[in-house]
């Protein structure tokens, strides 16, 4: 088996109640060959200091003001040296201690990974899974009905990386995935759960915004008119959810 490097990407702006359990969540891996590196926005409420407690464990910490999520991103991604990279943000954490050591036994030089993912809330009491399902094969048209994949939970080769767009506010991440599958030979999905996803992020509290970015992209990505066509499906598709289970998770 590989053990490929893995630079693993926290943002975080004054969120002292949920960092903890994010930076914990990479310190209990059992594999051992990750690059933590975190991204703060000059926290001001203690998150920094909350930080500080595993400080020598932590690879690189840049704490200064930033222009939003996807800036703060990027600079963690410029100074990533990892093979792979993860963005598991504040509040987001791995699934179990050894979901590194089972993404990366799960196949060799993959240039993405991917899995599934669970909801957790304030409490970190399981909900349980996403709306979307990861798709059992992906690609870069995979997303063209949604997002099936979270963020958290996909692993891209950092030779394929590319900075976020930012003229995206809330959903740059989509078209980050989507250009980094365009470039992918080797997709793997692992089968199994791979982090846990805190509801209640940006997206969500701005939810209007969010999804007209996300219509752009994927008009940008997919065509004008087959967007429209698939947007008439995933609309067909959130009314049925919301006919059987009375209420919508992302």
């Given at each position: 088996m590989l053990t490929p490097k893995i630079s693993i990407i926290t943002i975080v702006y004054n969120n002292v109640?949920?960092?903890?359990?994010?930076?914990?969540s990479v310190m209990k891996q059992t594999y051992a060959n990750?690059?933590?590196?975190i991204v703060d926005g000059?926290?001001?409420?203690?998150?920094?200091?909350?930080?500080?407690?595993?400080?020598?464990?932590?690879?690189?910490?840049?704490?200064?003001?930033?222009?939003g999520i996807y800036d703060a991103m990027n600079k963690g991604l410029n100074v990533a040296t990892g093979d792979y990279v993860l963005f598991l943000n504040s509040g987001d954490e791995l699934y179990e201690d050894m979901t590194l050591e089972k993404v990366f036994?799960?196949?060799?030089?993959?240039?993405?990974?991917?899995?599934?993912?669970?909801?957790?809330?304030?409490?970190?009491?399981?909900?349980?899974?996403?709306?979307?399902?990861?798709?059992?094969?992906?690609?870069?048209?995979?997303?063209r009905y949604g997002m099936s994949i979270c963020?958290?939970?996909?692993?891209?080769?950092?030779?394929?990386?590319?900075?976020?767009?930012?003229?995206?506010k809330l959903s740059a991440d989509i078209d980050w995935v989507i250009?980094?599958?365009?470039?992918?030979?080797?997709?793997?999905?692992?089968?199994?759960?791979?982090?846990?996803?805190?509801?209640?992020?940006?997206?969500q509290q701005r939810h209007k915004q969010s999804l007209q970015e996300r219509f752009q992209i994927f008009k940008?990505?997919?065509?004008t008119l087959p967007n429209l066509i698939n947007h008439?499906?995933?609309?067909?598709?959130?009314?049925?959810?919301r006919l059987k289970n009375g209420k919508t998770r992302d």
């Open positions: 109640r949920d960092i903890e359990y994010t930076i914990r990750i690059e933590y590196i000059f926290s001001t409420d203690g998150t920094l200091d909350v930080i500080e407690k595993y400080r020598e464990e932590i690879a690189i910490l840049i704490s200064e003001k930033d222009n036994s799960s196949a060799d030089n993959a240039d993405i990974y991917y899995g599934e993912t669970k909801l957790v809330d304030e409490e970190r009491n399981i909900l349980g899974d996403r709306r979307h399902k990861a798709p059992k094969r992906f690609n870069w048209k995979s997303f963020h958290q939970a996909i692993y891209v080769k950092r030779s394929i990386a590319e900075p976020y767009d930012l003229q995206y250009r980094a599958a365009k470039k992918a030979d080797k997709i793997v999905n692992v089968n199994q759960y791979v982090a846990k996803y805190l509801v209640g992020g940006m997206s940008k990505h997919y065509g008439g499906v995933i609309a067909g598709k959130f009314l049925l959810h």
